[in-house]
């Protein structure tokens, strides 16, 4: 099983928060939910070691000629996340060793 972890936007603040205890940030959600956007930790990390959470913008590879940037999202018809952009899919093996985050859909690109 994976860690559980949380990180949340300030749309009024444009800032990104990491260090808040998670159970703060779970209770954003009831409280001041017209302030945060909560996006999820989704498990696993890029090629770099970076935690890939829902939102963030990932540079990946299908095979060595077939790359892509997408968009980390959550499938609620599937109940999984997957990668949307040029190639759609979950983030399987193969993805894992090639996937990369250069940044995330609130701030710029971190390359």
């Excluded at 770099?48 to 990946?60: L, T, W």
């Excluded at 499938?75 to 759609?88: I, T």
Aim: net charge positive.
């Amino acid at each position: 099983m994976h860690e559980i972890k949380f990180r949340a936007w300030n749309k009024k603040q444009n800032l990104m928060s990491y260090e808040r205890p998670n159970q703060w940030i779970v209770s954003a959600l009831n409280l001041i939910s017209d302030t945060w956007i909560v996006m999820r930790y989704i498990g696993i990390k890029d090629k770099r070691g970076r935690d890939i959470y829902e939102g963030d913008i990932i540079n990946y590879s299908i095979s060595d000629t077939q790359h892509s940037t997408g968009v980390v999202k959550w499938d609620n018809a599937r109940l999984c996340f997957f990668f949307d952009g040029k190639y759609k899919g979950t983030p399987d093996e193969y993805y894992l060793k090639q996937c990369e985050v250069v940044g995330n859909i609130y701030e710029q690109k971190t390359s």
